[in-house]
């Protein structure tokens, strides 16, 4: 590499300049039901003393408490990884059914959202305990300026979305937005 530095590696591209987790408009949810045993009401009561106690003190952003985190449950975590032809993104999505990705290009940036559903209970079933989160989420990664807007795929297959964005050498002007259509691997 000789004595010249790349620019490049001293500061890494923002993927994530616009993501800001799930809108305030998507919820994740939890079976209600769990409310009606005594010992689950003393435990989110606790869960919310500890996050008034945090929040009124400045220790944590206001609404950052540990209901803020409960609702960060559901953001399917992502790896990025950069190659010489394209980037790979690989996001986890376990129990979200391949119907229910939406993946898109939208002005710049890629666009991952869906819903995990919680499975239908025979009536008269009794919950124990549930800990697992349901509902809908979004994910927005930035995309540098050097992909093939054109030519980006999404396939699925064991609960893991691989979106392959190639690269072009040259910068080229991002498209407007376009719908991905997310195959079976």
């Known amino acids: 590499m000789g004595t010249s530095l790349e620019l490049g590696r001293l500061s890494p591209f923002n993927w994530f300049r616009t993501d800001h987790g799930s809108p305030r408009d998507i919820s994740v949810r939890t079976d209600d039901r769990q409310d009606t045993v005594p010992l689950s009401r003393l435990h989110r009561s606790i869960d ?83 800990e697992r989160s349901y509902g809908a989420f979004q994910r927005m990664i930035e995309l540098p300026q050097d992909v093939d807007d054109g030519a980006i795929e999404a396939k699925f297959k064991s609960g893991v979305l691989t979106v392959t964005v190639p690269r072009k050498p040259e910068a080229v002007q991002k498209a407007k937005g376009r719908k991905i259509e997310v195959s079976a691997a």
Do not use: W
Not at 63 to 75: I, P, V
Not at 83 to 92: H, L, M, R, T, W
């Open 48 to 130: 919310r003393i500890f996050e008034d106690f945090f929040d009124d003190f400045g220790l944590m952003p206001a609404g950052s408490g540990l209901a803020a985190f409960d609702r960060a449950m559901l953001r399917p975590t992502v790896d990025i990884v950069e190659g010489k032809q394209a980037y790979s993104i690989d996001v986890e999505l376990p129990g979200v059914e391949q119907k229910d990705i939406d993946v898109q290009l939208r002005d710049g940036a890629l666009i991952i959202a869906g819903e995990k559903r919680q499975e239908k209970r025979e009536d008269g079933a009794q919950m124990h305990r549930v």
